[in-house]
């Protein structure tokens, strides 16, 4: 039995529904003419389209990242497939470079004189229990998965914001609160529906464009815009969730335990060690029941004593909001030595957290992250003293540094997904995001 709402990106829509008085196929129009106004694009597409000056503009341009103002030259609303279509083919047409957005959480969305395809109407979720899967719309956000899922005793890895896209989130990898149980977010896609280069709807999936379903988990923005997907659920009903805070002094003691049994942790168990201010904290979520997770949390608690404040307790899925260190700064570790450690206590920042992956994480195939390392450490500030003791390393959500995507993945998949790049996006028309040149 299926359940939810329709994500308005159906299977219906494989191919353009838009057709002008006569029946034929805007795309199809597209083709056979080269429109050259914004006034074009507004007939093509069903959604509206905004350029500056008008009332909506500002407040569909905005990014929740301050440091980005891009100011596009138009911005369109797009409210199905047909009309991410009609808005690729008559960008590429116009050589007019685009940028895609749904939520604004997005680390690099370079729209200035281009075209912005908002894809927040695309946001429906649709739930099959039976098959524990969700068909979830590009614009979607983790809150409304969640929300959808939870009836039937099931949930997503999702991000740590209920206002996370759900799209940008599994196809720059996707690192979850339960992320060690079941894998990255990229690693639950099960299908894609995408847009490519040539203005075609197509499906990838690991039977079809097969090269193609690898290279869009965890390869971002580069090979297409993603109309929807369907992303697997997992049986979880309760975790035992929070943040603990003890005093600052009890940091060097909690991180070298932290270290030691990070390796042993159940799977269950997604969990952080961060210095925020004048305490350390745990934070952590286990999927299972509370006692459960009191056990699997008892080599740290024994180490760091009694807390200030406690916020740990049994919660539906909804409800876990466990805290995360904004990520200026992201670096990969093989290893977390005393001097790391040390290194880490001396940097003034807002926030430096360290987190051990392993588990799922490390079981994945697709490109996204460092799957043979398994600590990172996030810095709300920059922390060049840790440069010297990381890998060089990095992970695409987290990246700020267009000139730094080569970093996010290993040497061999860097180079395999440039080769599929250069299948499927020769010309590099998706080159406005965090960029894989073709090969």
């Not at 329709?6 to 196929?25: K, L």
């Not at 929300?147 to 599994?170: D, E, I, K």
């Not at 600052?248 to 270290?259: K, P, S």
């Not at 060089?392 to 998949?413: I, K, M, Q, R, W």
Request: hydrophobic share 40%.
């Amino acid at each position: 039995m299926t359940r939810g709402v329709d994500p308005e990106v159906a299977r219906s829509t494989q191919g353009c529904t838009h057709t002008d008085e006569e029946g034929t196929p805007m795309t199809q129009q597209l083709f056979a003419r080269r429109p050259q106004t914004t006034a074009d694009l507004g007939r093509l597409i069903r959604g509206q389209v905004h350029r500056p000056g008008d009332d909506a503009y500002d407040t569909l341009r905005a990014s929740l990242n301050p440091a980005f103002d891009a100011h596009p030259a138009v911005v369109a609303e797009v409210t199905s497939a047909a009309d991410v279509q009609s808005a690729v083919v008559w960008a590429r047409d116009n050589d007019l470079p685009f940028a895609v957005q749904a939520t604004g959480h997005g680390t690099y969305v370079p729209s200035d004189g281009g075209l912005l395809v908002k894809t927040t109407q695309l946001g429906g979720v649709l739930v099959d229990p039976d098959r524990r899967i969700a068909r979830v719309g590009a614009g979607a956000v983790w809150g409304d998965v969640v929300a959808a899922a939870a009836p039937f005793g099931l949930a997503p890895v999702s991000g740590s914001s209920p206002t996370v896209g759900v799209a940008g989130f599994s196809m720059g990898g996707g690192h979850g609160q339960l992320s060690r149980a079941y894998g990255l977010g990229a690693d639950n896609v099960l299908r894609v529906d995408l847009v490519t280069a040539d203005g075609e709807l197509i499906t990838a999936t690991p039977d079809r464009h097969a090269e193609l379903f690898w290279a869009v988990r965890g390869g971002g923005g580069n090979f297409g815009v993603v109309t929807s997907l369907e992303i697997r659920l997992h049986p979880v009903e309760e975790v035992y969730a929070g943040q603990a805070l003890f005093p600052i002094e009890r940091a060097a003691d909690l991180l070298a335990r932290y270290r030691d049994y990070a390796p042993a942790m159940p799977r269950e168990l997604t969990c952080s060690v961060a210095m925020v201010g004048e305490h350390v904290a745990i934070r952590a979520t286990y999927a299972g029941d509370a006692s459960s997770g009191q056990r699997a949390l008892r080599p740290l608690w024994s180490v760091a004593g009694t807390p200030v404040e406690n916020t740990f307790a049994g919660v539906a899925v909804a409800q876990a909001g466990v805290p995360t260190t904004a990520p200026r700064t992201f670096e990969l570790f093989t290893e977390v030595s005393d001097s790391v450690i040390e290194t880490a206590l001396a940097v003034e920042a807002g926030s430096i957290e360290f987190r051990y992956w392993g588990g799922a994480i490390a079981d994945g195939t697709s490109p996204a992250g460092h799957r043979d390392v398994p600590f990172n450490i996030i810095v709300d500030g920059p922390a060049e003293q840790l440069w010297p003791y990381a890998t060089g390393g990095s992970f695409l959500n987290a990246l700020h540094d267009p000139d730094a995507v080569e970093t996010a993945y290993t040497a061999a998949d860097y180079q395999r997904l440039r080769e599929i790049k250069a299948v499927w996006d020769p010309a590099n028309v998706f080159h406005r995001n965090l960029n894989i040149k073709p090969a």
